[in-house]
């Protein structure tokens, strides 16, 4: 199997396995297990997608660089989202005596909700990056859907049209990811 087979099937099955997470995705009344499953397991898979990404956009030119660097800080703040969420919240839920404040949580989700919208912005921009090479290298029709799904999802949040509570969360990671399956399946399907 070529390099670029595996990275599609990597990209493919990563982007689906996002998509499978989210949709089961906890709520805060959920066990601590079932949260910090969940999340550990889409860090795992988000972790896998960027490798397999920045080995598929090798940076050749500081446009490729750039997008690289945004995806990789997009990740970070995604992870970050991710730590808080799902298992820095069980950890200081589990306490019972003495209780943790309210207002600790209330400062914990505002953290995740600032991490998440930078992940997704972030993301946004280094697939709209991508897309300029996908366009140039005549993958026209996944170049375009890339433009789409990166300047989407990061522009309804920054215009405030948007937001990463879960439904939001679970509209931009599904829109992002369902450009990596398509990007996945082409390299897959490549000779």
Do not use: C
Not at 39 to 59: D, R
Not at 182 to 191: C, I, N, Q, T
Request: overall charge neutral.
């Amino acid at each position: 199997m070529t390099s670029d087979k595996t990275t599609g099937a990597i990209l493919a099955l990563s982007g689906l396995g996002s998509i499978a997470l989210m949709s089961i995705h906890p709520t805060g009344n959920s066990s601590s297990a079932v949260i910090s499953g969940v999340h550990g397991s889409l860090m795992i898979v988000l972790l896998a997608q960027t490798s397999a990404l920045l080995w598929l956009f090798q940076s050749k030119t500081l446009r490729e660089l750039a997008a690289s660097v945004f995806y990789g800080v997009a990740m970070i703040a995604t992870a970050g989202a991710g730590v808080l969420n799902g298992f820095l919240f069980p950890l200081l839920r589990s306490y019972q005596d003495p209780p943790i404040s309210d207002e600790i949580f209330t400062l914990i989700w505002s953290l995740n909700q600032v991490l998440a919208e930078l992940g997704v912005i972030g993301v946004g921009i280094a697939i709209a990056m991508w897309s300029i090479r996908l366009w140039v290298r005549g993958a026209r029709k996944l170049a375009l859907f890339g433009w789409i799904a990166g300047i989407g999802p990061a522009a309804g949040l920054v215009l405030g049209l948007a937001n990463m509570e879960l439904h939001g969360a679970t509209v931009a990671y599904g829109i992002h990811s369902t450009w990596v399956i398509a990007l996945g399946v082409m390299h897959w399907r490549a000779d």
